[in-house]
């Protein structure tokens, strides 16, 4: 089957996630944050997809900066850091200009070359999305740039991959569908599209009926897809 579009997850998959703590662990004298930052990242990332769950649960919606902020919160208290009213602003400043992983853009150009349309489809708010799309210089190599913030619910939700051809207009048979997270991934696969699992972390696929199409390591290796 010939893809000409992919169709990227942001976070975790374009942006590095843990990018905020470690930036901070760097520059902080704090000796806390120094040696367990990781373990901050993780848990920050943990509640944000949580809330995300939850609020679809719970039929409400706040946006996903207002997630980002209250699951740092909770990170920050369960880390013991929630004193330091300077690094909560220091981290969310960090999170809002994202750092990409090291193959990104190389990737991106590579399939522009190839005339592959990219876009992305995020929770992230347009804001947010603006923001880690400028600060990675990435944003020139995107055709949409999508947050769910069209629809008010979060992935994986059915209706948030059905803005593939709703707002960005993509033949889903033609539509691959990239994200790190396994979740994400069994949503768009039970909604029908072709996905590729970047499995950054070596970790099991997700015990759910609906299994990725691909499984890469990395951005690289979706190259090999169009060749």
Not at 61 to 89: C, N, V, Y
Not at 135 to 164: A, C, H, W
Request: proline share 3%.
């Amino acid at each position: 089957m010939k893809y000409n579009s992919i169709v990227f997850d942001a976070y975790g998959t374009l942006f590095d996630i843990n990018a905020a703590a470690r930036k901070s662990a760097l520059v902080s004298s704090n000796s806390l944050l120094e040696s367990n930052w990781k373990d901050l990242a993780e848990i920050w990332r943990k509640k944000q997809i949580e809330y995300t769950w939850l609020q679809n649960i719970l039929n409400i919606h706040t946006d996903f900066l207002d997630i980002t902020k209250i699951s740092l919160d909770f990170a920050l208290e369960e880390m013991t850091l929630d004193q330091e009213p300077k690094l909560r602003e220091s981290l969310l400043e960090l999170y809002w200009t994202s750092e990409a992983y090291p193959e990104v853009t190389q990737v991106l150009e590579e399939l522009n070359g190839r005339d592959v349309k990219l876009s992305i489809l995020s929770n992230g708010t347009p804001e947010m999305l603006l923001a880690a799309c400028e600060s990675t210089k990435i944003e020139k190599l995107l055709d949409f740039v999508v947050s769910v913030e069209e629809i008010g619910i979060f992935k994986p939700d059915g209706r948030v991959y059905d803005l593939v051809n709703t707002k960005m207009g993509y033949k889903m048979s033609e539509v691959l569908f990239v994200s790190s997270n396994g979740w994400d991934i069994a949503g768009a696969t039970k909604f029908g599209l072709s996905t590729v699992w970047v499995n950054r972390n070596k970790k099991p696929v997700e015990r759910m009926h609906w299994k990725p199409n691909y499984e890469l390591s990395d951005l690289m290796h979706i190259i090999d897809l169009f060749r």
